[in-house]
T-cell receptor
């Protein structure tokens, strides 16, 4: 009963390097999300995927790309990391269908530092 | 977009005390959730409550959608209740917007 699993848990990148954050859920949820949380702040939506095969931009999509690989997996890619992308990244999933929204389940987060 | 304001920003309690956290939002919503982020950073969904009242143990929540606010009640607080409480709302489909949170510290 893993829920939402994120890898890696910690990462340090140099400016300009690329990396992919992985997220997988085992709850058969339709929708998945990527958020970032900066110190002392709430979470901001980067990208989301309402269902397999679809992705949409959230509040802060610049500098990121996503892939909904299948129903279980939703990855976040930083093509050229910048210090401003230093943050904690959370993946979440929910059982959402047209007209209905349900509670989110979050992963444990990835703490990313860009130097 | 929808604005979410939480109050108070910080709260310090003695173990056993009760508290009320408030979430105001600027527009109609069809999704409102309360989360607890523990000191280790884990986010736990407490309530999915776009309207009405729910209770879970020492926690309860009420959302008055017509007046655009929600309240989270914590009774008989314990040190394990410490952390940050977030309210998040969505007026459309699949775009939860988070407030800045209420940071709670419960002392023994």
């Amino acid at each position: 009963n893993a829920g939402v699993t994120q890898t890696p848990k910690f990462q340090v990148l140099k400016t300009g390097q690329s990396m992919t954050l992985q997220c997988a859920q085992d709850m058969n949820h339709n929708s998945m999300y990527w958020y970032r949380q900066d110190p002392g702040m709430g979470l901001r939506l980067i990208y989301y995927s309402a269902s397999e095969g679809t992705t949409d931009k959230g509040e802060v999509p610049n500098g990121y790309n996503v892939s909904r690989l299948n129903k279980r997996e939703f990855s976040l890619r930083l093509e050229s990391a910048a210090p401003s992308q230093t943050s904690v990244y959370f993946c979440a999933s929910s059982e959402a269908a047209a007209g209905n929204n349900y509670g989110y389940t979050f992963g444990s987060g990835t703490r990313l530092t860009v130097v | 977009g929808i604005q979410v304001e939480q109050s108070p920003p910080d709260l310090i309690l003695q173990e056993g005390a009760n508290s009320t956290l408030r979430c105001n939002f600027s527009d109609s919503v069809n999704n409102l959730q309360w989360f607890h982020q523990n000191p280790w950073g884990q986010l736990i969904n407490l309530f999915y409550i776009p309207s009405g009242t729910k209770q879970n143990g020492r926690l309860s929540a009420t959302t008055v959608a017509t007046e655009r606010y929600s309240l989270l009640y914590i009774s008989s607080s314990q040190t394990t209740d410490s952390g940050v409480y977030f309210c998040a709302v969505s007026g459309g489909y699949n775009k939860l917007i988070f407030g800045a949170g209420t940071r709670l510290a419960v002392h023994p």
